[in-house]
């Protein structure tokens, strides 16, 4: 080896040297004391050829056969040790590879520092949590708003613990005498409507209308809603009244002006709050109340008209009256859980009352289902059913408002929506049922 190669073999080490503070080891023809070496990197260069003097091998000459210290205590044992490691590998291949890897690194017992089964992780946000305004972190530069409104929380009524089904309170803790007073009264004013003529009863119709819907706007509002009440109660009451002045073609525009106007109501700012839910709830109250009472204004419309709505309001007072005196007499077993006082031995003997309402009115030859004895039989089973439908309907949207009663207007019955809720279901049931028997 010539001076100059070997004065670049001595410079390196030397610098080396320098930095760690420790004198050079002695180079002597490209060999190093392993003492020297080991002085400074420890123990870790154990495959170093331990043999004072040795030489190192070149970079040119064949290789030793030597593992990695690593490798060596790694594989130990197994024939190719090179065969086993892997290569890389990627996301797609196995969705929990990086969970794989964790546990060789960590352990699969203590990862993260807590026990697989124990790891607390994040909390779950549902809707409960957004209802209940419950405080959430911010993601970050998320806008924050100030003004939210929170959906109404009323906490709503439990059922089997408020009011437990008890067949002999089929009174439901009205004053029996009061009730039967009032409703007295108020079929006296709706024969006089109905022998009045059709207009007349019309006029007792769109009274009943904005009565009704006023009581279940306020319920609404009682439970958080705030429902465009003004606009819902006109609304309401131009549905019939469209009706009776022209014809059906009606319903779609006045929709349409519902849907339009009601959006207006917010965009003007005549409300603020909630557009979406409280629009919601307004279209709803319209529908139920205006909607199916237009229905009566058909009815009125066609030939014996007024009969028809009498016999639809008979039908619906049968059913009701008959449902609630044999739910006392022998109702034992619950019929649904949106009404716990109701019975299915009174919900059945509620439709048989309904049959047999409708079949006086074919022997006393009224409406025009006085015709054939079927006819009749028909108009009962379908106006008694959709009389229960309707009470329960009422009695869902009550229990989830969490309000006993629509109103107070009528002593010992509640509201006027309680009364009529039965028979806006029969309306539309009355008027199509004759359509199709072709009787109008």
């Known amino acids: 080896m010539s001076d100059h190669d070997q004065d670049d073999t001595a410079a390196p080490g030397a610098s080396i040297f320098e930095l760690f503070g420790d004198p050079p080891p002695e180079v002597d023809g490209g060999t190093v004391s392993t003492p020297a070496v080991s002085s400074v990197f420890g123990n870790e260069l154990d495959a170093v050829p331990s043999e004072p003097d040795s030489a190192l091998p070149h970079w040119t000459e064949p290789p030793t056969g030597q593992l990695p210290k690593v490798l060596a205590d790694a594989r130990e044992g197994s024939d190719d040790p090179w065969a086993e490691l892997q290569g890389p590998r990627w996301h797609g291949d196995d969705p929990a ?41 911010a993601a970050a530069g998320a806008p924050q708003r100030d003004d939210r409104v929170a959906v109404p929380t009323r906490p709503r009524p439990q059922l089997a613990a408020e009011e437990p089904f008890d067949p002999a309170s089929g009174s439901g803790g009205r004053n029996l005498g009061q009730a039967v007073g009032v409703g007295v009264a ?19 119709v769109l009274l009943i209308v904005v009565l009704a819907s006023a009581e279940l706007f306020a319920a609404l509002r009682e439970a958080g809603f705030q429902p465009a009440t003004l606009f819902g109660i006109v609304a309401a009451a131009a549905l019939p009244a469209a009706v009776y002045a022209r014809d059906e073609r009606m319903v779609p525009l006045i929709m349409a002006m519902l849907m339009i106007f009601g959006a207006l109501w917010w965009i003007v700012g005549a409300d603020t709050q909630r557009p979406a839910l409280n629009l919601a709830v307004t279209q709803m109250g319209v529908l139920w109340v205006g909607g199916l009472a237009s229905f009566a204004a058909l009815l009125l419309k066609l030939d ?29 077993t619950p019929f649904h859980a949106a009404s716990p006082n109701k019975t299915v031995e009174g919900t059945i003997g509620g439709i048989c009352f309904g049959v047999i309402a ?18 009749a039989v028909f108009l009962g089973l379908v106006g008694a059913v959709m009389a229960v439908l309707g009470d329960l309907t009422e009695s869902l ?21 309680d009364r009529m809720d039965g028979l806006l279901f029969v309306l539309p049931a009355v008027y199509y049922l004759t359509l199709a028997l072709e009787l109008a």
Request: proline share 2%; glycine share 12%.
């Open 97 to 137: 590879w990086a969970d794989d890897d964790l546990a060789e690194v960590f352990g699969a017992e203590d990862r993260l520092g807590v026990a697989d089964d124990t790891v607390d992780m994040p909390k779950r946000v549902t809707l409960d949590d957004l209802e209940n305004d419950t405080q959430l972190p």
């Open 186 to 204: 108020f079929a006296v004013v709706a024969g006089l409507a109905l022998q009045l003529g059709a207009f007349a009863t019309l006029v007792l």
């Open 304 to 332: 014996g008209g007024v009969a028809l709505v009498f016999a639809a309001i008979v039908v619906t007072v049968a059913t009701d009256t008959g449902a609630y005196a044999m739910g006392r007499a022998v109702g034992r």
């Open 358 to 375: 409708a079949m006086l009115l074919w022997l006393f030859d009224v409406s025009a289902y006085a015709g054939q004895w079927s006819h």
């Open 397 to 417: 949207i009550k229990r989830d408002l969490g309000v006993k009663d629509m109103g107070t207007i009528l002593p010992g019955h509640g509201g006027i929506l």
